[in-house]
């Protein structure tokens, strides 16, 4: 049986004037129910299941191409 696809984000989180990069693997389903990607940061029930996001830190976040 095949696992769930999955699709590498890079959210970029902004801390005291330095930037960090988090790599998260989200389900492509989820990517895909919506138009942007911060909002399915922000509503996505099965993405705020697998991980929090600070929104007032971040700064960026993008689907990561050929890892």
């Known amino acids: ?6 699709v ?3 959210l ?5 004037g330095s930037f960090h990069p ?3 693997d989200l389900p ?3 990517l ?3 138009d942007r990607l911060v909002d399915c940061l922000r ?7 697998r991980v929090h996001v600070d929104v007032e830190r971040l700064c ?3 689907r990561v191409e050929g890892d």
Do not use: H, Q, S, W
């Open 1 to 6: 049986m095949m696992g769930k696809r999955t």
């Open 32 to 34: 895909d129910r919506y």
């Open 60 to 62: 960026a976040a993008y």
């Open 28 to 30: 492509a389903k989820a």
């Open 43 to 49: 509503e996505d029930p099965e993405v705020l299941a």
């Open 22 to 24: 988090v790599d998260v």
């Open 8 to 10: 590498k984000v890079r």
């Open 12 to 16: 970029v989180f902004a801390d005291g």
